[in-house]
Structures are given as structure tokens and as C-alpha cells.
């Protein structure tokens, strides 16, 4: 079986060895949306910065901000990733003080089903 995308595994490489298609992209966001700008030696591009946006009010603009640094990131570094922006949110959680995103995509050259990541930001 032929597969588009393959990447070394770095969460549990005993286990298996290589991820492929929908798996690899996942790492690669996880990745993305795990590292702050600056945290990756010799790129310090690389990843997000949230820092100032987390400690902000809780409102449209700042949900906006946030929503816009993942696109970005994503975009940026995740080149394989097309973003349903229209029907991806973020939302603020005032009970667990986080924003909680969902991030609808597609990945080119697999099939053209919708994926979604859910996480929070806090």
C-alpha cells in the first residue's frame, strides 16, 4: 500500500516506528500548536504565540486574535492542511478558564473527507 504522507513517530517511536496520511498530520499540529514562537532552536518561527492573547478579556477580539495566530501557524507550517475556516471556532470556557478550539481541515491528496482537532488553550 502506497501512502501520500509519512513522518518518524516522536510520541511513541517503540511502538511504531513511522506515522502515516491522517496520522502524521496530526503530529505536525499537535507540534504547530505546542511550541511558543521562539521555544524551536534554529527556528524560532515556528509554532504560536499566544501568551499575550491568553491573559486578555474574553471576547470577541481576543477569541479573533487567537483564532487568527492558529490559521496562521497552521498555514504557515502545515502546508499539507487546508482550513475550513468558516466552520472552525473558538470559544471561551470561563468554567475551566480556557478557549476551547475546533479546527475543521482537510489534507490534500487524502481522500477529501473533513478532520477536526479539538484542544484548549489556557
Known sequence: MAFVYTDLNSFTPTVTALLVDVQSVYQSLYNILNTKKGERLFEPDFGIALED????????????????????????????????????????????????????????GVNGQTFSLRGSFS
Open 53 to 108: 492573547d491568553l491573559f486578555e478579556l474574553d471576547d470577541d477580539i481576543t477569541q479573533l486574535a487567537i483564532m487568527q495566530e492558529v490559521i496562521t501557524a497552521v498555514s504557515k507550517f502545515e502546508q499539507r492542511v487546508l482550513i475550513d475556516t468558516a466552520n472552525s471556532t473558538i470559544t471561551v470556557n470561563r468554567t475551566k478558564n480556557t478557549y476551547d478550539l475546533v479546527l475543521l481541515f482537510s489534507i490534500l
